[in-house]
């Protein structure tokens, strides 16, 4: 049984247990995603998404404010009820200035700073991990990632969404929640990578990557740190190059260096 069918049947039995009605699928990469009734959505994470491991605990932590709310949750089976942004449209519908603010308001939410028992991983740790893997492949970009990791000095403890961009930012009722966090404890600068490189099918460019840099340092951001970690998290995203595939991380990438 592949992976696909195998969360879809997992679905089908929390859909039972939950008594949920479950519609037509949404494409989503990884999860198996399908809405639950006309206000809620059943997300199933697959066994060996670790990332995904602490999503529940973010979105109970958010509770709501910058982010969909938790319903509920099996943990053993993976599976979360979460609410429904509605009417859900996300920020690469917008103009840019308007996907902006929005994104800095919904960030400005997020940013928070958890119990000290809080699950999360720490993003030095994290990072490092990930530099490793990707190591191997000999790319020139990865002794400059090593490098400025290394330089890194957290500033603050705060939970970041760990995937932060236009598609996981969804329009809710006037406002705006973010979705498929892969959180992490770190610090806000962490999460703008992602933001450089979105939406999906655009080319970043230098005047474009410059103006959004400035736009959130002046939200409170810095602006040298947004770099650094931009420059470590697009080297990790955009590893091992695939051939006849244009890699936006490596383009932010070579653009700040």
């Given at each position: ?23 037509h699928p949404f494409h ?41 709310r938790l319903l509920r ?86 939970l970041v969404h760990g ?95």
């Open positions: 049984m592949t992976q696909k069918l195998r969360l879809r049947s997992i679905a089908r039995a929390v859909a039972v247990d939950w008594a949920l009605e479950l519609g989503a990469t990884h999860s198996y995603v399908a809405p639950a009734g006309s206000r809620a959505v059943l997300k199933i994470v697959p066994p060996d998404d670790e990332e995904s491991d602490h999503e529940a605990a973010a979105l109970a932590f958010w509770n709501g404010d910058g982010a969909v949750q099996d943990a053993t089976r993976k599976a979360l009820l979460l609410e429904r942004a509605l009417p859900g449209d996300d920020l690469s519908q917008l103009s840019e200035a308007e996907a902006l603010a929005a994104a800095i308001e919904t960030g400005l939410r997020l940013w928070r700073e958890p119990a000290s028992n809080a699950p999360f991983q720490n993003v030095l740790g994290l990072s490092s991990h990930w530099l490793d893997v990707v190591a191997p492949t000999e790319h020139e970009f990865v002794r400059y990632a090593q490098r400025t990791l290394e330089g890194i000095k957290l500033t603050r403890r705060t995937d932060f961009h236009h598609h996981n930012i969804l329009r809710r009722g006037a406002g705006w929640a973010a979705i498929d966090p892969k959180p992490a404890l770190g610090e806000p600068e962490y999460d703008i990578a992602p933001f450089l490189w979105n939406p999906l099918v655009t080319v970043p460019t230098r005047e474009r990557t410059e103006e959004r840099l400035s736009a959130f340092a002046v939200a409170g951001l810095d602006r040298d740190r947004m770099r650094e970690w931009a420059i470590v998290r697009g080297t990790i995203l955009g590893l091992p190059v695939r051939a006849g595939r244009p890699q936006p991380q490596l383009r932010v990438v070579s653009l700040l260096l």
